[in-house]
């Protein structure tokens, strides 16, 4: 009876090891199950929360794309300026500055990037009749010596980048963006999807490069999903434009330096042409009798700059600048008394020759100041030359003896 008892135990004990065994397994079991089954639940909702913000995230790059390409298109039809009304950095002009300021074309507010010069000092005059200098284009009143670089004009192009001075392309390409992308980032149709979307303002930087402009743009945007509890932030926004601005820039940059430096100088000439640049000229794109002011029209094309797919074109208003007569040296003559006098004996050998900065044609009146009168012992004479609206001229006075 003693050894079936204990053998009775043994099997006792091994049955209720086996149990155990079996529990601890199926607990084992169970538990790697749930963490796994966790763990795979966790990834697909990361990967759904991915997937989810995906569009918005798309659909946010393409404003900023957009955008840019807006903000160039635009400053470049309107002088390199965008106006504070169209999300710009430069107040509007008043309606009354129009040809003070800028000339309208197509419904818009062209800039004049070329002025008329101001001189503050000799030998140098801004004014008639001394303009642009009395003895121009001669280096000294009995030198033969014809000088035709000098000032004739203002440069009022903007600058490029915002270390350069203010209202610069760059600001303006940076605040349109950043002054219009609430109105574009529409987000009503992803907030109609169940999501909770909200927005900061963004914060654009732009490079401009020989071959395109990069914009790396900051826009806080936080997305809530309401049934998965999931909650993404996103911020990082960027693209590229394959538009040579900075090549654009310093090519017209240069052709208006040489407008404003050489009154030969033609703007237009196709010897100006270069790399895909091109350059149009439209005369008198505006005209005002009662102020005596016209304006002529420049537009750079770029063929290698493709926007909307058409070349990128930056246009500017050039303001009329008044043509500049040849200093006559012999201005004080001597007739007899009863002497007719005529144009070929006040000019002597000299010949009537002007230069417009603008490519004007321009002519030629003589006006006796006070009219011709046989007993008037001294007169004076008029020579002027005229490009339609402003002109220079040189008085030659007559003794009569």
């Known amino acids: 009876m003693k050894k079936k008892s204990v053998k009775s135990q043994i099997t006792m004990l091994m049955l209720l090891g086996l149990v155990l065994f079996i529990a601890v397994s199926f607990v084992l079991y169970f538990s790697k199950s749930s963490v796994k089954k966790q763990s795979q639940q966790s990834i697909k909702n990361i990967q759904e929360t991915a997937i989810d913000t995906l569009p918005i995230k798309e659909f946010v790059a393409n404003c900023l794309d957009k955008l840019a390409k807006d903000a160039v298109a635009l400053l470049g039809r309107q002088g390199g300026y965008i ?3 169209q999300g710009g950095a430069l107040i509007d002009y008043a309606e009354t500055d129009e040809g003070l300021f800028f000339v309208k074309h197509n419904n818009l507010n ?6 008329p010069p101001k001189f503050e000092s000799s030998p140098y005059s801004s004014d008639i009749p001394d303009y642009p200098w009395s003895i121009f284009p001669y280096k000294t009143e009995i030198s033969n010596e014809e000088i035709f670089e000098g000032f004739f ?4 192009m903007p600058p490029l980048n915002s270390s350069e001075g203010p209202n610069s392309i760059q600001t303006q390409i940076e605040t349109f963006i950043d002054n219009n992308f ?5 987000v ?7 999501y909770n979307i909200e927005i900061d303002n963004s914060k654009t930087q732009v490079i401009i490069g020989s071959n395109g402009i990069t914009i790396k743009s900051k826009i806080p945007i936080t997305i809530n999903n309401p049934s998965t509890k999931e909650s ?7 693209t590229n434009i394959d538009i040579r601005l900075r090549n654009i820039y310093f090519f017209t940059k240069e052709l208006i330096k040489n407008d404003i430096q050489n009154i030969k100088f033609n703007i237009s000439d196709t010897n100006n042409n270069k790399d895909s640049l091109s350059i149009q000229l439209i005369k008198n794109i505006f005209s005002d009798e009662a102020r005596k002011i016209k304006a002529d029209l420049i537009i750079v094309a770029d063929e290698k700059s493709l926007i909307y797919g058409k070349p990128f074109e930056y246009a500017f208003a050039r303001r009329n600048r008044a043509p500049a007569l040849y200093y006559i040296k012999q201005n ?4 007899p008394h009863l002497h007719t006098i005529n144009q070929n004996g006040l000019l002597r050998d000299s010949e009537l020759k002007a230069e417009d900065p603008d490519e004007d044609s321009y002519t030629f009146t003589i006006t006796p100041t006070p009219p011709k009168v046989l007993n008037i012992p001294q007169l004076k004479f008029k020579i002027e030359v005229s490009d339609g609206k ?3 001229y040189q008085i030659i006075t007559v003794n009569r003896i």
Request: aromatic residues 12%; charged residues 20%; negative net charge.
């Open 83 to 85: 106006y504070s009304s």
């Open 110 to 115: 062209i800039a004049y990037n070329i002025l």
């Open 153 to 156: 004009g203002i440069d009022n």
């Open 182 to 186: 609430m109105s574009c980032a529409d």
């Open 188 to 194: 009503s149709l992803f907030r109609n999807q169940g």
């Open 232 to 238: 993404t932030k996103i911020s990082d926004f960027s």
């Open 332 to 335: 004080n003559l001597e007739f």
């Open 390 to 392: 402003l002109s220079d």
